[in-house]
């Protein structure tokens, strides 16, 4: 298994540029994120999805939007990208545990390092 | 709003030696998490602390978690240069399906 993945590794745009980034996982896990992390400031939520086909705004939601219409692929889009989206972004996976919603833990893809001039 | 700090921030500390790193949070939670990130890595699992007392140990590296306190500690015993990344906490969220992170605690072990 190759776990989460995420493509590219690296990316630089210019102000104003768009892209996607793409997450795939292939251990049939329900829940998907995107999280963002910046010197000092831990990892902060972007965007969730909790199954194919829905998504929810996290702590950042501003200045990106994701899709997930495949249960194993969850994409996060940047329409216009600025400075202030330079960062390092992560992708996590996890499974539900028992009848509610509480998942045991994420697992981590290797990252995408985004650098906006 | 769910709110997650560790303390310390930075550690440096000489091989040998014994540390603590805290975690403390603000809202109810049965649940906590342990991960590791090496320099330019990605986030790797260490522990998944399921309920009040739970403790779990791997090498030099004990987690322990007290619900009634809101605190995990993550316990450094004789500390060896391998052990240099740095370590972050997350709680999981009231919805469930989510996980909030401290600001992790970057430790360097020196000679």
């Known amino acids: 298994n190759a776990g989460v993945t995420q493509t590219p590794k690296f990316r630089v745009l210019k102000t104003g540029q768009s892209m996607t980034l793409l997450c795939a996982q292939d251990m049939n896990h329900e829940y998907m994120y995107w999280y963002r992390q910046d010197p000092g400031m831990g990892l902060r939520l972007i965007h969730y999805?909790?199954?194919?086909?829905?998504?929810a705004k996290g702590e950042v939601p501003d200045g990106y939007n994701v899709s997930r219409l495949k249960k194993q692929n969850f994409l996060l889009g940047l329409e216009s990208a600025a400075p202030s989206q330079t960062s390092v972004y992560f992708c996590?996976?996890?499974?539900?545990?028992?009848?509610?919603?509480?998942?045991?833990?994420?697992?981590f893809g290797p990252g995408t390092r985004l650098t906006v001039t | 709003e769910l709110k997650v700090e560790q303390n310390p921030l930075f550690l440096s500390m000489q091989e040998g030696k014994n540390y603590t790193i805290y975690c403390n949070y603000s809202?109810?939670?049965?649940?906590l998490y342990w991960y590791r990130q090496d320099p330019g890595k990605s986030l790797e699992s260490l522990f998944v602390l399921l309920s009040n007392g739970a403790v779990k140990q791997e090498g030099r590296l004990m987690a322990s978690l007290d619900t009634k306190a809101r605190l995990s500690t993550l316990h450094i015993t004789a500390a060896v240069h391998d052990l240099s990344a740095t370590y972050f906490c997350a709680v999981l969220s009231n919805s469930g399906y989510a996980l909030n992170f401290g600001k992790g605690t970057s430790l360097l072990v020196t000679p």
């Open positions: 996590a996976s996890s499974y539900r545990v028992g009848q509610g919603f509480n998942i045991y833990e994420q697992y």
């Open positions: 809202t109810t939670s049965d649940r």
């Open positions: 999805s909790v199954g194919e086909g829905t998504t």
